[in-house]
Nanobody, 115 residues
Framework: QVQLVESGGGLVQPGGSLRLSCAAS????????MGWYRQAPGKQREMVAT???????TYADSVKGRFAISRDNAGSTVYLQMNSLKPEDTAVYYC?????????YGQGTQVTVSS
């Protein structure tokens, strides 16, 4: 079992920055990939960024050049630095951890980009 706890969401003006954090606990050695997904009202959940245990990173096209994902050396905490935020980035952001058996998601943290 893996538990995920996100923090760092909030309200920010367009062009601003936020940093999300996600701490994993439980059998963290079983985690292969960690990442962030988001879901806006009325839309499907979409991948934002992922990072594998060896450090391979993937970004959604819509956030390339603005967001940066990173992971601590222990592999149990993942961060998402979000810069140049746009109103269309408004969504609930979910931390994700992939294991051999199944994916896990956190409870989500709201990010609202508005003036």
């Amino acid at each position: 079992q893996v538990q995920l706890v996100e923090s760092g969401g909030g309200l920010v003006q367009p062009g601003g920055s936020l940093r999300l954090s996600c701490a994993a606990s439980g059998i963290t050695s079983s985690i292969n990939t960690m990442g962030w997904y988001r879901q806006a009202p009325g839309k499907q959940r979409e991948m934002v960024a992922t990072i594998t245990r060896p450090g391979r990173i993937t970004y959604a096209d819509s956030v390339k050049g603005r967001f940066a994902i990173s992971r601590d050396n222990a592999g149990s905490t993942v961060y998402l630095q979000m810069n140049s935020l746009k109103p269309e980035d408004t969504a609930v952001y979910y931390c994700n951890a992939m294991t051999i058996l199944r994916p896990y998601y956190g409870q989500g943290t709201q990010v609202t980009v508005s003036s």
